[in-house]
């Protein structure tokens, strides 16, 4: 069985292999029962959440274990800590032990990425970041792998740590500046990507300027917003999966419960997308918002990725 760590998925891993990867597992499809979703008590701090995620198809079989503990930040750690386990789904034999937390990360950010192909306007160059842990991170690469990003800002309850992921991607080799208004810098940019886990509205919807993208990675539970009902009004909804975001995204499943979105208002998934079914943004003027929250096809199509490409690094070893 293969151990691959962070720093192997993260070399594995390349954007535009993991892009193509999620859309294509998204197009053919595969078995996904509805993900584990316990509470964790956590003495003087905020719960911790565990996800159990399975997925398989008719050759790879695997289960992601997802702890996310949000007092992480003051231990700078990442909140979230995850392993994945990928199987053969012919006889059960275990494949690979790959870092979770990395995995998680990419393909998250991926995901939005591929949902910005669709969705942001082809010039879009002014992206900002509000978050500033591992996932916000990825982002910054994500996006930029879709879209010409020139400038990037990052936004964070800690300006200290806005600072500190500006300068990572700086060495990185982006462009990227650490700033404190977030009213100004939302209504400035062309893509607005927000990684927390904030449990009220960040963004809000008066500050959306004509042609904006808003991407919601952050919120995973019926608890969390990362916008206000202002946003989802005044923009065009899109969604990972309506399955998971209908559930389980407090930015979809509170505007459902008060009556400012409908079911119908969701305008597609990823899946319309890599079918063909929707063709994404409408018009330059047209704002646009992607919820996700997480599916277990995702990370199958990122583990498998990441296995296969190991594979062919030992063959070409040998």
């Not at 891993?13 to 316990?38: K, M, Q, Y």
């Not at 950010?109 to 991170?137: E, I, M």
Request: aromatic share 4%.
């Amino acid at each position: 069985m293969k151990l691959l760590s962070g720093a192997e998925v993260r070399d594995l891993l390349d954007w535009p292999s993991v892009i193509e990867a999620l859309e294509e597992i998204f197009r053919t499809g595969c078995v996904t029962p509805v993900r584990h979703h316990h509470n964790v008590h956590v003495s003087s701090e905020p719960d911790a959440t565990m996800l159990l995620m399975p997925a398989w198809t008719s050759e790879f079989l695997g289960v992601k274990i997802a702890n996310v503990f949000p007092g992480n930040g003051r231990r700078d750690l990442p909140a979230v800590m995850a392993t994945y386990l990928l199987s053969s789904a012919k006889t059960g034999l275990p494949l690979a032990l790959v870092d979770g937390g990395e995995l998680t990360a990419r393909r998250t950010a991926g995901a939005s990425a591929l949902a910005a192909k669709y969705l942001a306007r082809q010039d879009a160059k002014r992206l900002l970041l509000v978050g500033t842990g591992r996932v916000a991170a990825n982002l910054a690469h994500a996006h930029s792998a879709v879209r010409p990003i020139e400038n990037i800002r990052v936004w964070g309850r800690s300006l200290t740590n806005a600072e500190k992921l500006a300068a990572t991607l700086r060495n990185e080799g982006l462009s990227a500046t650490a700033v404190d208004d977030l009213a100004g810098e939302v209504a400035a940019a062309d893509i607005v990507s927000c990684a927390t886990l904030s449990t009220s509205p960040l963004v809000r919807g008066e500050w959306l300027r004509e042609g904006v993208h808003l991407d919601l990675v952050g919120g995973f539970t019926p608890g969390m917003r990362e916008a206000d009902d202002e946003a989802i009004r005044r923009a065009s909804l899109f969604v990972d999966t309506r399955a998971g975001a209908t559930v389980e995204a407090g930015d979809v499943v509170a505007p459902l419960q008060s009556g400012v979105l409908a079911h119908e208002d969701i305008r597609a998934e990823l899946s319309d997308f890599a079918h063909g079914r929707h063709l994404g943004r409408l018009a330059d003027t047209e704002i646009t918002l992607f919820k996700s929250v997480g599916a277990s096809l995702e990370d199958l199509a990122a583990a498998i990725l990441a296995y296969r490409r190991a594979e062919e690094r030992e063959k070409d070893a040998a």
